[in-house]
């Protein structure tokens, strides 16, 4: 019973990247898009489990993340399909 309220509490905090602030951290979750958006993505490195870390977003344009020591530009179409767990 108790992984199932962790479970539960993990799927209640998942957001959006979008709504990320910067220097604020995350777990990769799910990627929402077809093959080629997930495939696209998990070659750059965003694959469910992994930490990411907010470095910029001005809530129009273009976000700046952290993921793997790598710095990577989204667009926030895409930034948005990424779901992640913020942490506490």
């Not at 929402?32 to 490195?45: E, H, I, N, T, Y």
Request: proline share 3%; no cysteine.
């Amino acid at each position: 019973m108790h992984s199932q309220s962790n479970q539960t509490d993990t799927l209640d905090n998942l957001r959006p990247l979008t709504e990320l602030k910067g220097m604020e951290r995350a777990t990769i979750h799910d990627l929402r898009g077809g093959v080629r958006f997930r495939s696209r993505l998990a070659a750059l490195g965003f694959t469910p489990g992994v930490q990411i870390t907010m470095l910029q977003n001005l809530g129009h344009g273009p976000i700046i993340v952290t993921l793997r020591d790598t710095r990577i530009a989204l667009g926030r179409g895409e930034a948005y399909k990424i779901l992640v767990a913020r942490e506490k």
